[in-house]
């Protein structure tokens, strides 16, 4: 019985430790850095719409629909625009759903585009 629970620990202990290997998968920011958490939160709420590399985004991949957004690789974001189309659905209002991160998250998410966007744009 004991050995069973034994195993049983081991075993879990084993599998927590691979799904915190692989679990942000594509995610190229360092989990040291206070953008991390901005990317984890792209790739979970904005990486169906948009491709941005850094947060393993490839959205804007299925151009089939018409939903998929710009791919923010190639577009330069301020802080200040990121936010705007967080708040606001995008630039034109249409489309992008509004809020879909608020508060401190949005603001997270704002910092983290405006940091890595536009990397292949060629400034
Ligand atoms: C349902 C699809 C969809 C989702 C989800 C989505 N977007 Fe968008 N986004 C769009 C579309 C479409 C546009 C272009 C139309 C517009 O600007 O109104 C856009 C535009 C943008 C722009 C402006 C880009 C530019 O330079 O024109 C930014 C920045 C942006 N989105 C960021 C985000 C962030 C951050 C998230 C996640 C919180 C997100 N989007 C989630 C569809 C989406």
Redesign the pocket.
């Given at each position: 019985m004991r050995a069973v629970l034994i195993t049983t620990l081991v075993l879990s202990a084993a599998l927590g430790l691979s799904a915190c290997g692989f679990g942000e998968q594509g995610i190229s920011v360092s989990e040291d850095s206070p953008d991390y958490r901005g990317a984890e939160?792209?790739a979970a709420?904005?990486a169906?719409?948009?491709t941005l590399t850094p947060a393993g985004a490839e959205?804007t991949g299925n151009r089939g629909t018409?939903?998929?957004?710009?791919n923010?690789d190639q577009?330069v974001?301020t802080f200040e625009?990121?936010l705007?189309?967080?708040e606001n659905?995008?630039?034109?209002?249409?489309?992008?759903?509004q809020n879909?991160?608020v508060g401190d998250d949005?603001r997270q998410?704002?910092r983290f585009?405006a940091r890595y966007?536009g990397k292949a744009a060629g400034e």
């Open positions: 939160l792209f709420n904005c169906g719409c948009h959205g018409r939903v998929q957004g710009p923010l577009r974001e625009s990121a705007y189309a967080i659905g995008g630039y034109s209002g249409a489309i992008m759903p879909i991160v949005a998410v704002a585009v966007a």
